[in-house]
């Protein structure tokens, strides 16, 4: 008994927090070593099945170690909170640094070379996870085994965490994201773009029906002529306009008599319009509050084709209108696979959709055209590993209601 | 009802806040005393939260997209958590020092008001803005509380005698700040697949969030394993929250976040 306790003491006071930051700063060095060694070319994230035996193979290393050692020194020592700390703390070096150093491959030059500019690619990055995960998934496997209750929290905070790293980190290499560009009026199109702006060939076609836009109305605002910004009173905001439409603007009160949402410029103003390049145009009459001098006449937003135009307020202030921003955009497509399975799908910003296993995004259009624009980007992304992610985070969202629930009461240990 | 109206709305909340705290703090336990403090800071609030209702419907969208915005949430998130810590461990202190920065939140959108727009690009239309915005800021507002404590623990440490209440308040703050965190960074996660694709893509904000989490994680491990050692923590806690200050708003002067999706006031 006396000797068990003496034991108990000697283990406990042997790897504290020195030696366990000096051990993870041993490993964090010897990644950056392997990383100058390969001269910067990182890590390849490695695709299934390859991705899949490391996972299996350090879950059974683990649970075997835990169960022959896991009374031994290191064993205990790797499953302590100093190891924790330390492991947890270098990490967030790492991280840190990637917070500083914008992450651009320059395939060159010491940044390069060192991993610097490609970090969660780096061999530095993967060992510190690598070592992290060794850390957590022990002290998972020391709380969890034998299950009570009582640890449920801190199991689905410790868990959730280490199958959340695992997927994202493993997963990574099996995630495909593809981008899409469609036009209307083209066929079925099987064309896609890697993120590495390499070619692929898609295994479903897809052919863009209609491709449509949202506008805000235009803001409209007095600018300084010499300067060319927007001059604003303390804390205002600049209106939308529509048509009838008052407000009063530094010195200035303004009425809106008439307002085109797209429109072209002829002789004797503006008109409705639906040719592309028309813009919104607005005729406002104001009003100088201080001298009661009034001007009105027509100001526009301009567009790809066309220029903007003012109205002069005075020698040095303009009215202008801003051009319209969008408030939401939408592409019908249909899609169609090798089988000739068709669906046809809305898509949003923030409304993807489903089909075969992929989720398809909106995520852009030719800016420049706006309103016409009859490009479409999608994009297509299929990530096996997304449901192992989701159980990862859902155990950590309920950790995080547990942490909230009892507070510091789970830490009275 | 817009920003033009902040001044009147802004000076009558700091104006209940203050006699609040005067009263609170006045010498002699006097139970009168302190609920009539109680009753004024929870007008004050009152007042703020009026304000920041009209506002939403002027808009027409959540006041959630601007810094000037959300330091409008944090005016009204601190004062709370004061009074919720104030009913629960009874430290007055706090409920001053919560009130104090909550006041400078409101100067500072006095002194500098930002341009404010009523659009919303359709990336931010999503159920998840609301949830992941207002958890978020619930959250700072709790660990800047926790940095506080710590502050006051480290003068304490190094001039006085450390209370060790002061520990326990800092942990109760960091416990449950930490769990908004994790919810907010969870929701921002789950969010972003939505929009983008992608559950994480170490954009700048991201990675800056995710290093704020670690940060916080690393205090409360380090309170955990020794609660004796209280120098270590405490400065930890205080760092930790430069880490968020930077992640909240220093973001916007990095270089390595010129790309950011996060960086939208212009």
């Given at each position: 008994?006396?000797s068990?306790?003496a034991?108990?003491?000697?283990t406990?006071a042997?790897?504290?927090y020195?030696?366990?930051?000096?051990v993870?700063?041993?490993i964090?060095i010897?990644?950056?070593?392997?990383?100058i060694?390969l001269?910067g070319?990182?890590?390849k994230?490695?695709h299934f099945?390859?991705?899949?035996w490391?996972v299996i193979?350090?879950?059974?290393l683990?649970?075997?170690?835990?169960?022959r050692y896991?009374q031994?020194?290191?064993?205990?020592?790797?499953?302590s909170?100093?190891c924790?700390?330390?492991?947890i703390s270098?990490?967030a070096?790492?991280?840190l640094?990637?917070?500083?150093?914008p992450?651009?491959?320059?395939h060159?030059?010491?940044l390069?070379?060192?991993g610097?500019?490609?970090?969660?690619?780096?061999?530095p990055f993967?060992?510190?996870q690598?070592?992290?995960?060794?850390s957590?998934?022990l002290?998972?496997?020391?709380r969890g085994i034998?299950?009570?209750?009582?640890?449920?929290?801190?199991?689905?905070?410790h868990?959730?965490?280490?199958i959340t790293?695992?997927a994202?980190?493993?997963g990574s290499g099996?995630?495909k994201?593809v981008?899409?560009?469609?036009?209307?009026g083209?066929d079925?199109?099987?064309?896609?773009?890697?993120a590495?702006?390499?070619?692929?060939e898609?295994?479903?076609g897809?052919?863009?029906l209609?491709?449509?836009i949202?506008l805000?109305?235009?803001?409209?605002?007095?600018a300084d002529r010499?300067?060319?910004?927007l001059?604003?009173?303390?804390?205002e905001?600049l209106p939308?306009?529509?048509?009838?439409?008052?407000?009063?603007?530094?010195d200035?009160?303004i009425?809106v008599k008439d307002y085109?949402p797209?429109?072209v410029?002829t002789?004797?103003?503006?008109?409705?319009?639906d040719r592309p390049?028309s813009m919104a145009a607005a005729f406002?009459?104001?009003?100088?509050i201080v001298?009661g001098?009034?001007v009105?006449?027509?100001?526009?937003?301009g567009s790809?084709m066309f220029?903007?135009?003012y109205?002069?307020?005075?020698?040095?202030?303009l009215?202008?209108?801003?051009e319209?921003e969008p408030?939401?955009y939408e592409?019908?497509v249909?899609?169609?696979d090798?089988?000739?399975?068709?669906?046809?799908?809305m898509?949003?910003?923030n409304?993807?959709?489903?089909?075969?296993?992929?989720?398809?995004?909106?995520t852009?259009y030719d800016t420049?055209m706006?309103?016409?624009?009859?490009l479409?980007v999608?994009e297509a992304?299929?990530?096996?590993?997304?449901?192992?992610v989701?159980a990862?985070i859902l155990?950590?969202l309920?950790g995080?209601i547990?942490l909230?629930?009892l507070?510091?009461?789970?830490?009275?240990q | 009802?817009?920003?033009?109206n902040?001044p009147?709305?802004a000076?009558?909340?700091?104006?209940?806040?203050?006699?609040?705290m005067?009263l609170?703090n006045?010498?002699g336990?006097?139970?009168?005393?302190?609920?009539?403090?109680n009753?004024?800071?929870a007008?004050?609030?009152?007042?703020l939260?009026c304000f920041?209702t009209l506002l939403?419907i002027?808009?027409d969208?959540?006041?959630?997209?601007?810094?000037?915005?959300t330091r409008?949430?944090y005016?009204?998130?601190?004062?709370l958590v004061g009074?919720?810590?104030?009913?629960r461990w009874?430290?007055?202190w706090?409920?001053?020092?919560?009130l104090l920065?909550?006041i400078l939140?409101?100067?500072i959108?006095?002194l500098?008001p930002?341009?404010?727009e009523?659009?919303l690009?359709?990336?931010?239309?999503?159920?998840?803005?609301?949830?992941?915005?207002?958890?978020?800021?619930f959250?700072?507002?709790?660990?800047?509380?926790?940095s506080?404590?710590?502050?006051?623990?480290l003068?304490?440490l190094?001039?006085k005698?450390?209370?060790?209440n002061?520990?326990?308040l800092a942990?109760?703050l960091v416990?449950?700040g930490?769990s908004?965190?994790?919810?907010?960074?969870l929701?921002?996660?789950?969010?972003?697949?939505?929009?983008?694709g992608?559950y994480?893509t170490?954009?700048?904000?991201?990675?800056?969030a995710f290093l704020?989490w670690?940060a916080?994680?690393?205090?409360?491990?380090?309170r955990?394993?020794?609660p004796k050692?209280t120098k270590a923590?405490?400065?930890?806690?205080?760092?930790a929250?430069?880490v968020?200050l930077?992640?909240?708003?220093?973001?916007?002067?990095l270089?390595?976040?010129q790309?950011?999706?996060?960086?939208?006031a212009q």
């Amino acid at each position: 008994m006396k000797s068990e306790n003496a034991e108990k003491k000697v283990t406990r006071a042997a790897w504290g927090y020195p030696e366990s930051f000096f051990v993870a700063f041993e490993i964090l060095i010897l990644g950056f070593i392997i990383e100058i060694f390969l001269k910067g070319q990182g890590v390849k994230t490695p695709h299934f099945p390859n991705n899949l035996w490391p996972v299996i193979v350090l879950t059974i290393l683990m649970v075997y170690v835990h169960v022959r050692y896991r009374q031994g020194f290191l064993i205990k020592w790797l499953s302590s909170i100093p190891c924790s700390v330390s492991a947890i703390s270098v990490y967030a070096l790492l991280v840190l640094l990637i917070g500083f150093i914008p992450q651009q491959e320059t395939h060159s030059g010491w940044l390069h070379v060192t991993g610097l500019n490609h970090l969660k690619n780096s061999w530095p990055f993967l060992i510190m996870q690598f070592y992290l995960l060794i850390s957590l998934g022990l002290v998972v496997l020391r709380r969890g085994i034998p299950f009570k209750i009582r640890n449920l929290g801190f199991l689905l905070n410790h868990f959730g965490l280490w199958i959340t790293l695992v997927a994202a980190g493993m997963g990574s290499g099996d995630l495909k994201r593809v981008t899409l560009g469609l036009y209307e009026g083209r066929d079925f199109s099987r064309d896609g773009v890697m993120a590495d702006q390499s070619s692929v060939e898609m295994p479903f076609g897809a052919k863009l029906l209609d491709f449509r836009i949202d506008l805000y109305n235009p803001k409209i605002a007095v600018a300084d002529r010499s300067k060319g910004e927007l001059l604003q009173k303390h804390g205002e905001t600049l209106p939308l306009i529509s048509k009838g439409f008052e407000t009063r603007l530094i010195d200035w009160d303004i009425r809106v008599k008439d307002y085109i949402p797209f429109a072209v410029k002829t002789d004797s103003g503006y008109t409705p319009s639906d040719r592309p390049g028309s813009m919104a145009a607005a005729f406002v009459e104001t009003r100088n509050i201080v001298s009661g001098k009034t001007v009105s006449g027509w100001v526009a937003s301009g567009s790809v084709m066309f220029e903007p135009s003012y109205l002069d307020l005075d020698e040095s202030r303009l009215l202008i209108l801003t051009e319209p921003e969008p408030r939401k955009y939408e592409s019908a497509v249909v899609l169609k696979d090798m089988h000739g399975n068709t669906d046809t799908v809305m898509l949003e910003v923030n409304k993807p959709c489903r089909f075969n296993g992929w989720k398809l995004y909106q995520t852009g259009y030719d800016t420049q055209m706006g309103k016409f624009s009859t490009l479409s980007v999608i994009e297509a992304v299929k990530d096996p590993w997304l449901p192992f992610v989701y159980a990862g985070i859902l155990m950590l969202l309920g950790g995080a209601i547990y942490l909230f629930w009892l507070g510091r009461g789970m830490r009275t240990q | 009802m817009n920003w033009t109206n902040f001044p009147f709305f802004a000076a009558t909340a700091a104006l209940l806040w203050i006699l609040g705290m005067i009263l609170l703090n006045f010498p002699g336990k006097r139970k009168a005393f302190e609920i009539a403090g109680n009753v004024l800071i929870a007008a004050g609030l009152a007042v703020l939260v009026c304000f920041l209702t009209l506002l939403w419907i002027n808009l027409d969208r959540p006041p959630l997209r601007t810094l000037g915005e959300t330091r409008l949430w944090y005016a009204v998130f601190l004062p709370l958590v004061g009074i919720i810590t104030f009913l629960r461990w009874g430290y007055k202190w706090f409920v001053t020092y919560a009130l104090l920065l909550a006041i400078l939140f409101l100067s500072i959108n006095y002194l500098h008001p930002e341009t404010y727009e009523k659009t919303l690009m359709p990336a931010l239309q999503s159920v998840w803005f609301v949830p992941h915005v207002i958890v978020y800021i619930f959250s700072y507002a709790l660990l800047a509380a926790s940095s506080l404590v710590a502050v006051k623990g480290l003068y304490e440490l190094y001039f006085k005698e450390l209370d060790v209440n002061t520990l326990h308040l800092a942990d109760n703050l960091v416990y449950i700040g930490f769990s908004f965190l994790t919810l907010g960074l969870l929701f921002g996660a789950l969010w972003a697949k939505e929009a983008w694709g992608h559950y994480w893509t170490w954009d700048p904000k991201e990675t800056w969030a995710f290093l704020t989490w670690l940060a916080y994680l690393i205090y409360m491990h380090f309170r955990t394993f020794q609660p004796k050692r209280t120098k270590a923590p405490l400065w930890t806690l205080s760092l930790a929250f430069v880490v968020l200050l930077i992640c909240w708003f220093g973001i916007n002067y990095l270089p390595s976040a010129q790309n950011s999706v996060h960086v939208y006031a212009q």
